[in-house]
C-alpha cells in the first residue's frame, strides 16, 4: 500500500516514514477515522509445509527405482522360461545337469627322480609332470600337474641314485607313480 492510497485522515495519525517507503496504517488510527477502509478478512489457504519436498522427491524416486528393478526381474524371468521353451521347441535335448565332482582324496607320494639336479630346481607349490621313460618304449605321462609337497635335503653318499621328492596326488595316481618308479627312470617337467 502507498502513501497516495492511505486517506489524510490515516496519514496523520501514521509516525514519519521516509519518502519512497510503503507506509501501512495501524490499527488503532484507521478505527478511529471513518474514511479508512474496513478491515477485510484473510482468505482461507491451506497450511504451508516448508521443506518437505525434498522427501516428497526421494520417495517419488525410491518408488521409480522398485518399479524399474521390478520389471528387469520379469523381464528376466521371462528371458529364462522363454530360452528353455524355445529350445524345447526346437527339438533340442534339455541340457545336462552334471552332479558336482566327487571329492578327490589326495595323499603324499614320495618319487625318486632320476636327475637329482632337476629336483633341486624344484619348490614346494610347484606343479609338474611325472613322465616314465622307458629305453624301448615312448615316454608317458603317469602324473600331470602333480603339486610338490616337500623336497627333502639330498642324501649323503648316493652316486647316481637321484633324488627323492614328495608330491601331492590322488590316491590313484600315487598307485601308479610307485609302479612306474618300480619299471622305470622318472623324470618331471615344470607346469
Same mark, same amino acid.
Given at each position: 500500500?502507498?502513501?497516495?492510497?492511505?486517506?489524510?485522515?490515516?496519514?496523520?495519525?501514521?509516525?514519519?516514514?521516509?519518502?519512497?517507503?510503503?507506509?501501512?496504517?495501524?490499527?488503532?488510527?484507521?478505527? +478511529? !477515522?471513518?474514511?479508512? $477502509? %474496513? /478491515?477485510?478478512?484473510? #482468505? =482461507?489457504?491451506?497450511?504451508? @509445509?516448508?521443506?518437505?519436498?525434498?522427501?516428497?522427491?526421494?520417495?517419488?524416486?525410491?518408488?521409480?527405482?522398485?518399479?524399474?528393478?521390478?520389471?528387469?526381474?520379469?523381464?528376466?524371468?521371462?528371458?529364462?522360461?522363454?530360452?528353455?521353451?524355445?529350445? +524345447? !521347441?526346437?527339438?533340442? $535335448? %534339455? /541340457?545336462?545337469?552334471? #552332479? =558336482?565332482?566327487?571329492?578327490? @582324496?589326495?595323499?603324499?607320494?614320495?618319487?625318486?627322480?632320476?636327475?637329482?639336479?632337476?629336483?633341486?630346481?624344484?619348490?614346494?607349490?610347484?606343479?609338474?609332470?611325472?613322465?616314465?621313460?622307458?629305453?624301448?618304449?615312448?615316454?608317458?605321462?603317469?602324473? +600331470?600337474?602333480?603339486?610338490?609337497?616337500?623336497?627333502?635335503?639330498?642324501?649323503?653318499?648316493?652316486?647316481?641314485?637321484?633324488?627323492?621328492?614328495?608330491?601331492?596326488?590322488?590316491?590313484?595316481?600315487?598307485?601308479?607313480?610307485?609302479?612306474?618308479?618300480?619299471?622305470?627312470?622318472?623324470?618331471?617337467?615344470?607346469?
Amino acid at each position: 500500500m502507498s502513501c497516495a492510497s492511505v486517506p489524510s485522515s490515516c496519514r496523520s495519525a501514521a509516525p514519519a516514514v521516509p519518502a519512497g517507503l510503503p507506509v501501512r496504517p495501524s490499527s488503532s488510527a484507521c478505527a +478511529a !477515522s471513518p474514511t479508512c $477502509p %474496513p /478491515p477485510r478478512p484473510v #482468505p =482461507p489457504f491451506p497450511p504451508l @509445509r516448508v521443506g518437505r519436498g525434498a522427501g516428497r522427491l526421494r520417495r517419488a524416486v525410491r518408488r521409480r527405482r522398485r518399479a524399474v528393478s521390478a520389471a528387469l526381474a520379469v523381464v528376466a524371468a521371462a528371458l529364462a522360461v522363454g530360452g528353455a521353451e524355445a529350445q +524345447a !521347441s526346437r527339438g533340442a $535335448p %534339455p /541340457p545336462e545337469v552334471k #552332479p =558336482p565332482p566327487a571329492q578327490v @582324496r589326495m595323499v603324499s607320494a614320495p618319487v625318486r627322480i632320476a636327475d637329482a639336479a632337476t629336483v633341486r630346481l624344484l619348490r614346494p607349490g610347484d606343479r609338474v609332470d611325472v613322465v616314465a621313460a622307458e629305453r624301448a618304449q615312448p615316454s608317458r605321462v603317469v602324473a +600331470a600337474g602333480a603339486r610338490v609337497a616337500e623336497v627333502p635335503a639330498p642324501e649323503q653318499g648316493v652316486g647316481d641314485g637321484g633324488a627323492l621328492v614328495v608330491l601331492s596326488v590322488p590316491r590313484e595316481t600315487a598307485q601308479e607313480l610307485v609302479g612306474a618308479g618300480a619299471l622305470t627312470r622318472l623324470a618331471v617337467t615344470l607346469c
